[in-house]
């Protein structure tokens, strides 16, 4: 199994533009999470599904970020405009258990870096 | 508010010696605890957990102990060996909230 796949893996976009993160979860799990990872706060949840159903997406800080999740094997998450405070470390992660509080499977992670 | 805490931000350990990381959380109906290890690049991996309805878990070389009543978890890794050396994080849940800790750096020296 190839894991959770996320695209891209670095992404430099200047302040205002759109920037899409894209995840591939693990076959068969039918939860997916996107969390952000910042010096500041740590990791945080962000937003998550269930059967490509949002379940929580009280993490997203604000309306600039949206998540999609059009099928069990794709899920993007939407920063429009974009903002130099949003610069962090992007994970999906996918899991089986169908609850965020069980053990998960975490992607690679994309690196944004808004200028 | 950190519900979560990992108060080491670093820890370094000689291979062959036990490697003891930390965590403590504040709130009390958190029922199941996680270790999740990171190297650079990479996302977190699944290590170990433990439910609250229990004080000790062991994995091979891996243990998590919990002390509910000091709203405290530890893992135990012994021997530590140099590939052990990563980011650990500790991360609590209860129902659908999860917290992690901010993390602690494990350096093994051969």
């Known amino acids: 199994d190839a894991g959770v796949i996320q695209s891209p893996r670095h992404e430099v976009t200047e302040m205002g533009q759109e920037v899409t993160l894209r995840c591939k979860p693990i076959?068969?799990?039918?939860?997916l999470f996107w969390y952000r990872q910042t010096m500041m706060r740590g990791l945080e949840l962000l937003i998550y599904f269930n059967n490509n159903v949002p379940i929580d997406d009280s993490g997203m800080p604000e309306d600039r970020f949206s998540a999609k999740m059009p099928n069990a094997s794709f899920s993007t998450l939407k920063i429009q405009p974009s903002e130099p405070r949003d610069s962090a470390v992007y994970f999906c992660?996918?899991?089986?258990?169908?609850?965020?509080?069980?053990?998960?499977?975490f992607g690679p992670g994309t690196r944004l870096t808004v200028t | 508010d950190q519900q979560v805490k990992q108060n080491s931000p670093s820890l370094s350990v000689q291979e062959g010696r036990i490697s003891i990381l930390n965590c403590d959380y504040t709130?009390?109906?958190?029922?199941?605890f996680l270790w999740y290890k990171k190297y650079p690049a990479e996302g977190p991996t699944f290590l170990i957990s433990i439910s609250s309805i229990k004080d000790k878990n062991e994995d091979g070389r891996f243990t998590v102990f919990l002390n509910k009543s000091a709203k405290h978890l530890s893992l135990h890794i012994v021997p530590s060996q140099p590939g052990d050396s990563a980011v650990y994080f500790c991360a609590a849940s209860r129902n659908n909230d999860m917290r992690f800790g901010a993390g602690t750096r494990l350096t093994v020296k051969p």
């Open positions: 992660a996918s899991s089986s258990r169908g609850s965020v509080s069980y053990e998960q499977y």
């Open positions: 076959s068969g799990h039918n939860s």
């Open positions: 709130n009390s109906m958190f029922d199941y």
